[in-house]
């Protein structure tokens, strides 16, 4: 059977096969880990909450969303704490639910967020995240009393904030940078590709940025919309909203069935899909989309996955993905992931990466 395990986004692909629905649920058990860690460093035995759950004593398999969310919840419900033990204070159970109805009917997502973060401000107490709008950016910043946290705190933190934000207004919210503030884990390379877009480490301070344009966007659920998504929580939010039916997955499945080079042009595109350029222009914009960046994105994912599976040169993949020169590459790669692709290749194979592919629906 294929294998997969889903990174926010990113999808590790073992198998030779062609995915299929379930796959693409799939979580990578380096982060089954860093949950249990929580219960470890609290002394707490990690053993029966697996089997629990139907999981080995050793997780070295990707396990679905929903097996993740329901060790989630039952690591939170073991620490009763929904930041698992990270922050100033404990985020007892409830609190994400009392969340979702503070931001529920703020007007618009810049209102929610500020909502979202005073919330989480009040009960955690450290880290404290603010709204810095700078740059045509709108960063959520994350400042910690003392020491900087663990990696998996501050993402921990952004999966349920961005997961909750992208919900409430229906849409994808491209991220655009990550910094964090703790030194690159050993995992770092899973770092980034867990995010989709740059991520740096040993930042002055911790920050998740995107479009400032989103902030004007309106909130469109109600309370049964609400109580919906609750029920589904946190496996819901576990797999983003670029990744979800629509008609950018329709754009993406076309090009994936063509090498980059031979890639339609956006008016060919148009013609394909059987409506007009602005017609289709205007849907994916209302799903968060455009056509460059889903191009840029799948360029992206398939020179991840050639220089983790392949032996090819670098000149080789930059020649197969459709760049003028090797240089070009170079600069595209680097803004894709913050290093060189060699440097990558070489950062993979160190972490234990090499052996798989990554695969972006």
């Known amino acids: 059977m294929t294998e997969v395990s889903f990174i926010f986004g990113h999808?590790?692909?073992?198998?030779?096969?062609?995915?299929?629905?379930?796959?693409?649920?799939?979580?990578?058990?380096?982060?089954?880990?860093?949950?249990?860690?929580s219960l470890r460093r609290k002394g707490k035995p990690t053993e029966p909450l697996l089997a629990a759950l139907g999981l080995p004593p050793v997780v070295d398999k990707p396990i679905s969303a929903e097996t993740y969310g329901a060790?989630?919840?039952?690591?939170?419900?073991?620490?009763?704490?929904?930041?698992?033990?990270?922050?100033?204070?404990?985020?007892?159970?409830?609190?994400?639910?009392?969340?979702?109805?503070?931001?529920?009917?703020?007007?618009?997502?810049?209102?929610?967020?500020?909502?979202?973060?005073?919330?989480?401000?009040?009960?955690?107490?450290?880290?404290?995240?603010?709204?810095?709008?700078?740059?045509?950016?709108?960063?959520?910043?994350?400042?910690?009393?003392?020491?900087?946290?663990?990696?998996?705190?501050?993402?921990?933190?952004?999966?349920?904030?961005?997961?909750?934000?992208?919900?409430?207004?229906?849409?994808?919210?491209?991220?655009?940078?990550?910094?964090?503030?703790?030194?690159?884990?050993?995992?770092?390379?899973?770092?980034?590709?867990?995010?989709?877009?740059?991520?740096?480490?040993?930042?002055?301070?911790?920050?998740?940025?995107?479009?400032?344009?989103?902030?004007?966007?309106?909130?469109?659920?109600?309370?049964?919309?609400?109580?919906?998504?609750?029920?589904?929580?946190?496996?819901?939010?576990?797999?983003?909203?670029?990744?979800?039916?629509?008609?950018?997955?329709?754009?993406?499945?076309?090009l994936r069935q063509t090498p980059p080079s031979s890639w339609s042009g956006f008016a060919d595109l148009a013609a394909q899909m059987r409506m007009s350029p602005s017609t289709l222009r205007h849907r994916l914009h209302g799903e968060g989309q455009s056509y460059a960046g889903i191009k840029d994105e799948i360029r992206r994912d398939l020179a991840i996955d050639m220089l983790l599976r392949s032996d090819r040169s670098v000149g080789e993949i930059a020649v197969q993905l459709g760049f003028s020169e090797p240089s070009a590459f170079h600069r595209a790669f680097r803004k894709w992931t913050s290093k060189s692709p060699a440097a990558f290749r070489q950062d993979a194979a160190v972490s234990g990466l090499k052996s798989r592919s990554v695969i972006q629906i």
């Open 11 to 37: 999808f590790y692909h073992t198998g030779t096969g062609p995915m299929t629905d379930p796959d693409r649920r799939m979580i990578s058990p380096s982060f089954v880990e860093e949950a249990l860690d």
């Open 71 to 254: 060790l989630w919840l039952a690591v939170a419900a073991k620490l009763d704490d929904e930041f698992f033990g990270m922050g100033g204070r404990p985020m007892r159970r409830g609190s994400f639910t009392l969340l979702c109805h503070c931001v529920l009917h703020a007007g618009t997502l810049e209102q929610a967020l500020r909502r979202a973060l005073r919330f989480l401000n009040i009960l955690l107490e450290d880290p404290r995240g603010e709204l810095h709008i700078r740059d045509g950016l709108a960063e959520i910043v994350l400042t910690d009393e003392s020491a900087a946290r663990s990696a998996f705190a501050y993402r921990t933190y952004w999966i349920l904030l961005h997961g909750i934000t992208c919900w409430l207004v229906g849409r994808r919210i491209p991220i655009r940078k990550v910094d964090f503030r703790c030194a690159e884990p050993r995992q770092g390379a899973d770092y980034r590709l867990f995010f989709g877009a740059p991520v740096q480490f040993g930042q002055s301070v911790s920050l998740l940025a995107f479009d400032r344009t989103v902030l004007k966007l309106p909130i469109v659920r109600s309370e049964q919309a609400l109580k919906q998504f609750l029920r589904g929580a946190p496996a819901n939010i576990l797999v983003r909203y670029r990744y979800d039916a629509g008609l950018a997955a329709g754009v993406r499945k076309r």
